[in-house]
């Protein structure tokens, strides 16, 4: 059975369907020795190069859905090579699989990841128009008031577009430093940060605690992993309607 070359490139987890007809755009891939164009369909065991590399698009046909939690540290990368030399969260990761993470976490913020062997759920959960919940714990310095609430859950224009956050609640915290937890349901770069640094306020601590119906379990340590067990697992798959 044949499906179009994008959608196949995603689901065995080498990048998004977009990254893909990027490539093929600019004739980077291949197809049985063909330079691939836009609207080509392939089979999964149909011999595909990207730039010249032959890529293994069966790689995630396993029969079971896989999906691990991992409470990621600040100061771990979520990139798989690093010139500084510094940890990375593949590190962490059970070995024999080939897994793909489900939204980043920048440097400096911890907390919960998620990854998985199915490539096409992984893009799913990750695609605006899923609209799943992400939910922080945020630890700002400054004094906020009502006004900033209102604004921040109203929207701002940010460099790259309109961002907002659907729910702001006071969590806690004495003195010059409040937490807050703040739920928002796309995943721009560096996007809670950059909300209330856009009001003045600096954030010092920054910890994802909850995708979708998926909550970071208070037992499970720093730069430590589970598996989700199978009705989570399925909670995923409902919310990526697969």
Same mark, same amino acid.
């Given at each position: 059975?044949?499906?179009?070359?994008?959608? !196949?490139?995603?689901?065995?987890?080498?990048?998004?369907?977009?990254? /893909?007809?990027?490539? =093929?755009?600019?004739?980077?891939?291949?197809?049985?020795?063909?330079? /691939?164009?836009?609207?080509?369909?392939? #089979?999964?065991?149909? #011999?595909?190069?990207?730039?010249?590399?032959?890529?293994?698009?069966? $790689?995630?046909?396993?029969?079971?859905?896989?999906?691990?939690?991992?409470?990621?540290? /600040? &100061?771990?990368?979520?990139? +798989?090579?690093?010139?500084? &030399?510094?940890?990375?969260?593949?590190?962490?990761?059970? #070995?024999?699989?080939?897994?793909?993470?489900?939204?980043? !976490?920048?440097?400096?913020?911890?907390?919960?990841?998620?990854?998985?062997?199915?490539?096409?759920?992984?893009?799913?959960?990750?695609?605006?128009?899923?609209?799943?919940? @992400?939910?922080?714990?945020? @630890?700002?310095?400054? #004094?906020?008031?009502?006004?900033?609430?209102?604004?921040?859950?109203?929207?701002?224009?940010?460099?790259?577009? *309109?961002?907002?956050? +659907?729910?702001?609640?006071? /969590?806690? &915290?004495?003195?010059?430093? $409040?937490?807050?937890?703040?739920?928002?349901?796309?995943?721009?770069?560096?996007?809670?940060?950059?909300?209330?640094?856009?009001?003045?306020?600096?954030?010092?601590?920054?910890?994802?605690? $909850?995708?979708?119906? =998926?909550?970071?379990?208070?037992?499970? @340590?720093?730069?430590? *992993?589970?598996?989700?067990?199978?009705?989570?697992? +399925?909670?995923? !798959?409902?919310?990526?309607?697969?």
């Amino acid at each position: 059975m044949s499906d179009r070359l994008q959608k !196949l490139i995603a689901s065995a987890g080498y990048g998004s369907r977009r990254w /893909a007809e990027r490539l =093929i755009d600019q004739g980077r891939i291949e197809v049985n020795n063909k330079t /691939a164009k836009i609207g080509d369909k392939a #089979k999964i065991n149909d #011999k595909v190069k990207i730039d010249g590399r032959k890529i293994d698009l069966a $790689r995630y046909k396993e029969e079971e859905t896989k999906v691990i939690i991992l409470n990621k540290q /600040a &100061g771990v990368i979520c990139s +798989n090579k690093d010139s500084e &030399g510094r940890k990375s969260v593949y590190e962490l990761l059970p #070995k024999g699989s080939r897994w793909v993470m489900v939204g980043r !976490l920048d440097l400096n913020t911890s907390g919960l990841l998620l990854f998985t062997n199915n490539g096409t759920l992984a893009n799913k959960l990750m695609h605006p128009s899923s609209e799943i919940d @992400r939910e922080y714990a945020v @630890r700002v310095l400054g #004094k906020v008031d009502k006004d900033d609430i209102a604004r921040l859950t109203e929207g701002l224009e940010l460099e790259d577009g *309109f961002a907002k956050f +659907n729910r702001v609640t006071l /969590a806690g &915290g004495e003195g010059a430093n $409040r937490w807050y937890k703040v739920v928002l349901r796309e995943g721009k770069k560096r996007e809670v940060r950059r909300l209330w640094e856009a009001l003045g306020f600096k954030v010092s601590r920054l910890i994802r605690v $909850r995708f979708g119906e =998926i909550r970071l379990p208070e037992s499970l @340590r720093a730069n430590q *992993f589970e598996y989700l067990k199978p009705g989570q697992v +399925n909670l995923l !798959l409902r919310d990526a309607k697969l």
